[in-house]
């Protein structure tokens, strides 16, 4: 069965402590890997797309990574707008769903 | 330009009614997915159409229903509503079918609480 976990599932941080996200996936075959961020109340705002092992992208203080088994999100130096819930996603080649995580709740306090 | 936009924002039923969801999704987009995400949870599947047919359904019962307009434009319906249909429904836009890999976009969402 096509599965997808995150971890930790809360995670407080000092403003400018670095630290990653996790999702680890067990699929029949992977199209692509997704990780969204959701504030409350709204619906999630996209932030990358994966496709492949050893891939990599960067926006602003995020980076996201790529493996055969997991997918990590690196938040470098947070600030306390960077707080809200971090969702992975993975859409596996047989199917046109995407299978989401329970995500990630991160709060960085000033 | 706009984004993947829903209506209602808000509503309140009682157990037993029925309920329609609107999106419109992001222009020039052809397909739409719709999610259930229940508080803590991540969002889980329901629908996606594209081109106005049925692509795929998740494992919901049979009083939830969808439909998509020529405008690609759609619909959630959900009958005899139960009070664990309460949650946020999540309307999500992709340009083509979501099997070719494309990122979806999602709106902000209906709030449906059941009483």
């Known amino acids: 069965e096509d599965q997808v976990t995150q971890s930790p599932e809360a995670l407080r941080l000092q403003e400018g402590e670095s630290s990653s996200l996790n999702c680890s996936y067990t699929?029949?075959?992977?199209?692509?890997l997704f990780w969204y961020r959701q504030d409350p109340g709204k619906g999630p705002e996209f932030l990358f797309t994966?496709?492949?092992a050893g891939e990599e992208k960067e926006k602003e203080r995020l980076k996201a990574t790529l493996t055969k088994k997991e997918s990590f999100l690196h938040i470098t130096a947070p600030k306390p707008e960077d707080s809200a819930t971090y969702l992975c996603?993975?859409?596996?080649?047989?199917?046109?769903?995407?299978?989401f995580g329970t995500g990630t709740s991160l709060t960085v306090i000033p | 330009d706009a984004g993947v936009t829903q209506s209602p924002t808000h509503l309140i039923k009682t157990r037993g009614q029925q309920v329609t969801l609107r999106c419109s999704p992001i222009?020039?987009?052809?397909?739409v997915s719709w999610y259930q995400q229940v508080l803590g949870q991540g969002p889980q599947f329901i629908f996606q159409?594209?081109?106005?047919?049925?692509?795929g359904r998740g494992n919901f019962p049979d009083r939830f229903s969808a439909r998509q307009f020529p405008n690609y434009s759609s619909e959630l319906n959900v009958n005899a509503l139960l009070l664990g249909d309460s949650a946020l429904y999540l309307c999500?836009?992709?340009?083509?079918?979501?099997?070719?890999?494309?990122?979806?976009?999602f709106g902000e969402g209906s709030w449906l609480t059941v009483v």
């Open positions: 222009s020039g987009h052809k397909s």
């Open positions: 699929v029949s075959g992977l199209r692509g």
């Open positions: 999500a836009s992709s340009p083509t079918s979501v099997l070719s890999g494309n990122t979806i976009y």
């Open positions: 159409y594209y081109e106005k047919e049925e692509r």
């Open positions: 996603a993975v859409q596996v080649i047989t199917g046109n769903q995407f299978y």
């Open positions: 994966l496709y492949s």
